[in-house]
């Protein structure tokens, strides 16, 4: 290869990205109802997850249980979970995996994140991609030093059929024990420099602390785009 080349482009470069955001936990502890229609900086966390993911994707779909009337406002087709029995996050990426088949037929990936993560990375399904290499074995989550985030990845759509067998083989709903299963990347993300404090850009609101420290930051992170947002 000569310094005038570039790297031969594949279908799989090409081909679009879905993208699911799992809104299905309730806010328990936080006086109940969806926890995603809760309001950070004066918006649902639900219209700041939908603003950062839907320039990084080719279609996006909501996974909710429930009336889907409520989330009407986002202009977004809305799934449930195609098992029951409360499988978790796993039923709502498997139910983001069967509306890409069928709206999406071309894509080969799906990016999930969570209902309750407003500080996405502009670039994080770029990132989680390039971390993959696209490959259709192999699973790509996000990572930052708190930790992997298993709700927060890239799948191949391929793996539907086997997603669903595991969920109504009785075996463990967690994402790590399906996802292991297969080859599994951990893509590192650094966090974000807000007013010189660390922040990561993975943090999720479960409860009223949580809320209050989001809220803190928000109009930094938000308003004034901190690097790493």
Known sequence: MTDTDTP????QDHAPVAGVILAGGQARRMGGGDKTLKLLDGRPILSLIIKRLTPQVDGLVLNANGAAE?????????VADPVGDHAGPLAGILAGMRWAQKAMPDARFMASVAGDTPFLPFD???RLAEGCGRDEKTIALAASAT????VIGLWPIALADDLETFLNSGQ?????TFADHYFRLNVPFDHIDVDGEEFD????INTPEDAERAEAVAHMVLQNGAEGA
């Not at 850009?201 to 999720?204: E, M, Q, R, T």
């Open 8 to 11: 031969e482009m594949t279908d």
């Open 124 to 126: 994080l399904v770029a």
């Open 201 to 204: 850009p993975f943090f999720n």
């Open 70 to 78: 409520r989330f009407r406002e986002f202009g977004l087709p809305v």
């Open 172 to 176: 463990s709903g967690k994402i790590l």
């Open 147 to 150: 930790g992997v985030h298993p």
